[in-house]
């Protein structure tokens, strides 16, 4: 007769030895899944179900409306023109284009919410010129690895969307997009005070002087980008549409912007945006579904319960409880991607949390930047080695200048951790 907890043992050992194997991630997930079906005596149509069922969500529909606008907008030069627009707000600060880097990193994370986006639109353009004006390769590095985690909780954030899924549907995507809005805000300022010391230690140069005139110019053609962030987020708080529809609507807003009023590529580089969004797509619903068979497992041999116990025999206090949590989910985010460590982790830990009293928005928004800073940590952290890839930087050299920019994004953690009202504020007060 199969045993629970040789089914566990199974489960998550067998997942973990495919990792290692460096088999991907979504069929670590689904065979791990089968064989400890196969184990526990669960019919494997149940498995395949389940899997369809993962992506048969409607606020999953959100995802490739916000993957091709980002898509759109990253190749209709809608990068090089928040560049310049922060430039015009901030290049005149001492280290002025690490400002200029950080707030790019901003605007373009509320239209791609993608840290990797970010990381290789923005990253493209500026690190070789930080370099080319003095700085040095392992900061431009730096400030542009760290600033594209505000990507993921700065709405638009599909991270959101598959956090309400894992969530069972039961966290408002409206609610989760307000309460990233001033945690993001917060990492940037940050970021930027970190980055304007070393730059005044270093002896970074300042900006050049814009001209008036000019710096209309830029500011205008900056705006028409800008208002896909604004007809998204003032779509779902006015409530002419939910966040789904919102997602098309700046689907259709970015097409005509990009292709119409920018013009910088020609209507024929559609298909190949469309097919590079056709893939990426198809990666996180594929993990979508392989995670789905993978939670059912969890639940069916109570994890998620016997993971709520074995915290709280630990510690009854709660700020220990928590700070524990956080460092499970930091290490995890070091050796796992974001998306699949957010499909396993929210079913098992959620529980934990409300258990404490914290709200389901504000551990969404907690998960997400806390495994954020595992996108710019080794030996999986994607946005880091891209960054490090742009700026022909080793991961070796990397790793010490990041320590202090690590320190902010730590901090910030903290703050949202502990301090609930910075993330329920704003959806507290408009929904």
Excluded: W
């Excluded at 002087?209 to 987020?233: D, Q, R, W, Y």
């Excluded at 995670?291 to 069916?300: D, N, S, T, V």
């Excluded at 010490?400 to 902010?408: E, I, R, T």
């Amino acid at each position: 007769m199969p045993v629970a907890s040789t089914a566990i043992a199974i489960l998550l050992i067998s997942f973990f030895v495919l990792l290692i194997l460096k088999v991907p991630v979504t069929f670590s997930l689904a065979l791990s899944s089968v064989l400890t079906a196969l184990y526990y005596q669960v019919p494997l149509m149940t498995i395949v179900l389940k899997m369809v069922k993962g992506i048969e969500s409607s606020s999953l529909m959100a995802i490739p409306f916000f993957i091709v606008a980002g898509e759109i907008m990253g190749a209709g030069g809608i990068s090089r023109r928040l560049i310049e627009l922060a430039n015009v707000m901030v290049g005149r600060v001492r280290g002025g284009m690490a400002q200029v880097n950080i707030l790019a990193s901003m605007f373009f994370g509320g239209i791609s919410g993608s840290a990797v986006a970010d990381v290789s639109s923005i990253g493209a353009i500026l690190i070789p010129m930080m370099k080319d004006n003095g700085y040095d390769d392992d900061y431009s590095v730096a400030v542009t690895v760290t600033s594209s985690c505000q990507g993921v909780i700065i709405p638009p954030s599909h991270n959101m969307i598959i956090y309400s899924l894992a969530a069972g549907g039961g966290v408002s995507v409206g609610r989760l997009f307000l309460g990233g809005m001033v945690p993001g805000v917060i990492l940037g300022v940050g970021l930027m005070i970190l980055s304007y010391f070393i730059a005044v230690k270093r002896g970074y140069p300042k900006g050049d002087k814009i001209p008036f005139k000019e710096k209309v110019k830029i500011s205008m053609n900056a705006f028409f980008g800008l208002m896909t962030a604004v007809i998204i987020m003032g779509g779902v708080l006015s409530g002419v549409f939910t966040a789904t529809e919102s997602a098309a609507v700046a689907c259709l807003y970015a097409f005509v912007i990009t292709f119409f009023v920018y013009r910088e590529i020609p209507l024929k580089r559609m298909g190949g945006i469309l097919y590079s969004a056709l893939k990426t797509l198809a990666l996180v619903l594929s993990l979508i579904a392989a995670a789905k068979a993978f939670g059912h497992m969890l639940a069916l041999l109570q994890v998620p319960a016997l993971a709520t116990n074995a915290l709280l025999t630990i510690t009854q206090n709660k700020t220990l409880l928590l700070l524990l949590i956080l460092v499970l989910i930091l290490l995890l985010g070091c050796i796992m991607d974001m998306a699949p460590l957010i499909l396993i982790l929210t079913p098992i830990l959620l529980p934990v949390v409300t258990s404490l009293g914290m709200d389901p928005v504000q551990f969404g928004v907690v998960l997400i930047l806390a495994l954020a800073i595992g996108l710019c940590t080794p030996p999986v952290g994607s946005a880091l080695f891209v960054g490090c890839a742009i700026g022909k930087v080793s991961i070796e050299k990397m790793t010490k200048s990041l320590l202090p920019f690590y320190g902010v994004m730590v901090i910030v953690l903290l703050l949202i951790t502990f301090i609930p009202g910075i993330v329920m504020f704003v959806p507290n007060l408009f929904l």
